[in-house]
């Protein structure tokens, strides 16, 4: 065999290898980008009632619903479209709040981006500022996009998110259960779902840890 043919085969072998290390590398990678999208974020048990020490002053008699977000976490974007969806069947049965969080020692506004104007131009939601997530501690959230609702009694009723997987929009188990819910004359029953989001404690809050790149 002359040395041309040799050189040939090897650089043919080399192209291969090549090319299946390029496939496995992709496969991998969208594997592990599926598997992280459809992740949870960590969950902590929510109070059975409404907190009294709430900065949150409900109107007496009305069921709360309450939403805790990361300003800078993608997939809440996701979140407040669903939300908009429930609200928009709730007829009103439901005073609604989005609280954004600020870390300890950030300047004022820093929350106020494009997802505080999103949800400020929801129909009937109540958007504030949850300074060092506070309130996102007293109700059991730490993964943006955690949606609870108490009825009139100030009883828990639904605790979860309200989307599939990280940053996806679309028909999910916890909009269709939060929206049952508040489809009933008493919310008797009660529903819980898994919250995909960022985190909204850690070391790396300011930053939306657990958004998807």
Request: proline residues 6%; charged residues 20%; hydrophobic residues 40%.
């Amino acid at each position: 065999m002359s040395g041309s043919a040799v050189s040939a085969r090897y650089a043919r072998g080399v192209l291969i290898a090549t090319g299946l290390l390029w496939v496995v590398a992709v496969f991998g990678g969208m594997a592990a980008l599926s598997h992280y999208a459809t992740t949870p974020g960590e969950s902590r048990e929510s109070p059975a009632r409404w907190p009294k020490d709430s900065a949150l002053h409900p109107t007496p008699g009305r069921a709360q619903l309450v939403m805790l977000a990361h300003p800078r976490c993608p997939c809440t974007r996701a979140s407040l479209g669903e939300l908009e969806q429930v609200l928009a069947k709730a007829g009103g049965r439901a005073e609604a709040h989005v609280l954004f969080l600020r870390p300890e020692g950030l300047e004022k506004e820093w929350e106020k981006g494009e997802l505080w104007q999103r949800a400020a131009s929801i129909p009937g939601v109540t958007v504030r500022e949850d300074v060092g997530g506070v309130e996102a501690r007293r109700l059991g959230a730490t993964t943006s996009g955690h949606v609870l609702l108490f009825d009139s009694e100030g009883l828990l009723r639904f605790s979860g998110g309200i989307t599939s997987s990280r940053g996806h929009a679309g028909d999910n188990t916890g909009r269709a259960t939060l929206e049952a819910l508040l489809s009933q004359p008493e919310f008797v029953a009660e529903g819980r779902h898994p919250v995909y989001g960022c985190a909204l404690e850690g070391p790396d809050e300011r930053l939306a840890v657990g958004a998807l790149p």
